[in-house]
């Protein structure tokens, strides 16, 4: 995620704020409320599918878009992110 930050703070996109695990992006989503999230399918505490799932499935953070990252090439993960 540090190359995607160097990345998107050349470009300017405005605040970013990083975290550590899913139990801290839900938290973040409801404080915060993103323009967008980009989220790693693989974090610790509560991973990025159940992390999207529960994002979706709250009326506070369901209209936040959520963008889904893997370095995993499992094609039965990715099938999963598609369908969630």
Do not use: H, N, W, Y
């Not at 509560?46 to 799932?53: K, W």
């Not at 709250?58 to 990252?69: F, G």
């Amino acid at each position: 995620m540090r190359t995607v930050r160097l990345l998107l703070e050349k470009d300017d996109v405005g605040d970013i704020i990083e975290c550590p695990d899913g139990i801290d992006v839900l938290e973040k989503a409801v404080d915060v409320k993103p323009d967008l999230i980009l989220m790693d399918i693989m974090m610790p505490k509560v991973g990025g599918l159940e992390a999207f799932r529960c994002l979706k499935a709250s009326p506070i953070t369901a209209e936040i878009p959520v963008i889904m990252r893997t370095a995993k090439g499992d094609q039965g993960l990715l099938q999963q992110a598609k369908e969630a």
